[in-house]
């Protein structure tokens, strides 16, 4: 979700939110009225706070990030894959010839 959009989400619900504690906690109109501008100004002064650290915390891992020690892992890995693979295929085939020898009939025995 880009920034922005969550600043108008967050705005608009702390707008209803609002506007159900000024229902539940005020008498008048000018109570309803305080509550929810009050209430709807910290709900978006929190998301646009939300955002900065959202924002700074993603820039700061992007420097942080050792990409030479991740391609070396990444690369054992594959190598491990393959191997694996290879096990694999081979004891599949292993077991399809076996599954092949045992429905054969035996040359000596007819049904």
């Not at 705005?11 to 008048?28: C, H, N, Q, R, Y």
């Not at 820039?59 to 391609?71: G, I, L, Q, S, W």
Request: proline share 2%.
């Amino acid at each position: 979700m880009l920034g922005e959009n969550f600043v108008y989400f967050f705005t608009v619900w702390g707008f209803f939110v609002g506007i159900i504690f000024g229902i539940l906690k005020s008498f008048d109109a000018e109570g309803l009225l305080t509550y929810t501008f009050l209430i709807t100004t910290f709900f978006y002064l929190f998301s646009h706070i939300i955002i900065a650290l959202y924002y700074r915390t993603i820039t700061v891992k992007a420097y942080n990030f050792p990409k030479e020690r991740h391609e070396i892992e990444l690369d054992l890995f594959v190598k491990e894959i393959n191997k694996r693979e290879k096990l694999i295929d081979s004891a599949c085939k292993i077991t399809d010839i076996a599954i092949k020898m045992n429905n054969e009939d035996p040359a000596g025995k007819q049904s």
